[in-house]
T-cell receptor, first 115, second 115 residues
Framework: AQTVTQSQPEMSVQEAETVTLSCTYD???????LFWYKQPPSRQMILVIR??????QNATENRFSVNFQKAAKSFSLKISDSQLGDTAMYFC????????????FGTGTRLTIIP | EPEVTQTPSHQVTQMGQEVILRCVPI?????FYWYRQILGQKVEFLVS????????KSEIFDDQFSVERPDGSNFTLKIRSTKLEDSAMYFC?????????????FGSGTQLSVL
């Protein structure tokens, strides 16, 4: 079974700074998908960014980028020029490429952007 | 952007009572999911549903739980006899297909409190 580990329960950073959230995972599969979801105080789950394991290039979405290290099974999220609206819980998630569609989530990192 | 709609946003019930949580997935979506998040814990997969049947369920999804798509638009989660430990935020999610670029959309959740 896959597991996802987020070792930083809480982080805080000054507005406009850059912050990196860590995520590691464990799987025996070679092809899979990784995601970062944002959960603001409204508690809705919002997809931030996704990475396909067969792609070597790191995904980027505007101020959000990932550092995907497949051999190390590491998938960190970098937020550049952080904004107050980035304050949220961030969950890393794994999805197998084989049939089942479920997401396996980590325990989350609570990120606070300080004005 | 289209949204997954969940009602009610909050539900309070007595232990042993039946509850039905309602979701309206995005109209052209074919794959439906329920996840739950106990306060302070990670999001956990409950069940996936496609073509009017369960395609996968987790250990949490025991005989007390059932899902239904009664009328082609709603997707419901029923808990027959609620327990205190069923208190959680329940998220509905849907996706159009299972292709590589298909995105999973989450609703805003129903906070269930069992007293």
């Amino acid at each position: 079974a896959q597991t996802v580990t987020q070792s930083q329960p809480e982080m805080s950073v000054q507005e406009a700074e850059t912050v990196t959230l860590s995520c590691t995972y464990d799987t025996s599969e070679n092809n899979y998908y990784l995601f970062w979801y944002k959960q603001p105080p409204s508690r809705q789950m919002i997809l931030v960014i996704r990475q396909e394991a067969y792609k070597q290039q790191n995904a980027t979405e505007n101020r959000f980028s990932v550092n995907f290290q497949k051999a190390a099974k590491s998938f960190s999220l970098k937020i550049s020029d952080s904004q107050l609206g980035d304050t949220a819980m961030y969950f890393c998630a794994f999805k197998s490429n084989f049939g089942n569609e479920k997401l396996t989530f980590g325990t989350g990192t609570r990120l606070t952007i300080i004005p | 952007e289209p949204e997954v709609t969940q009602t009610p946003s909050h539900q309070v019930t007595q232990m042993g009572q039946e509850v039905i949580l309602r979701c309206v997935p995005i109209s052209n979506h074919l794959y439906f999911y329920w996840y739950r998040q106990i306060l302070g814990q990670k999001v956990e997969f409950l069940v996936s549903f496609y073509n009017n049947e369960i395609s996968e369920k987790s250990e949490i999804f025991d005989d007390q739980f059932s899902v239904e798509r009664p009328d082609g638009s709603n997707f419901t989660l029923k808990i027959r006899s609620t327990k205190l430990e069923d208190s959680a935020m329940y998220f509905c999610a849907s996706r159009r297909g299972t292709g590589r670029n298909e995105k999973l959309f989450f609703g805003s959740g129903t906070q269930l409190s069992v007293l």
